[in-house]
């Protein structure tokens, strides 16, 4: 029997999107995997978000973003930080410079998941650089 994502699924999935809980296609199948769909298949649910949620790694207008530090500055930490934390850094001076339209370029650029530079971006605004470091 196909598994089915019930419309209580659904609405947790919608909801867990907007709060940016997931880093990505592996982070939401694994939540649906452990806490619903135990034979849920890895396609299904990346099908089932691009279908139904207008595809959440669809390209994101990004020009408006605001970084409170300087570029210098940035630049400057980013050479004391180990690589995954360079890769944070280095979002925020691309950010700063405006050098990407889309967060699909910025992802694209960084080497990293759509889904991971959102919950960075988010990190960063609710939170400061001190908690997107950490």
Known sequence: MKPVI???????????????????????????????????KYGTISHYVRRHFKNPSSPKRIENFKVTERLTELKKLSMELDHRKQKRVQMLMFLKAKKFKTMKSLATELGANVFTVRNWMNSYQNNGLTELLK
């Not at 019930?6 to 609405?11: C, D, K, M, R, Y």
């Not at 867990?16 to 452990?34: A, I, P, Q």
């Open 6 to 40: 019930t419309p209580l699924i659904h609405q947790e999935i919608k909801k867990r999107l907007k709060k940016g809980k997931f880093e990505g296609y592996v982070s939401l199948y694994n939540w649906v995997k452990e806490t619903h769909i135990t034979d849920i």
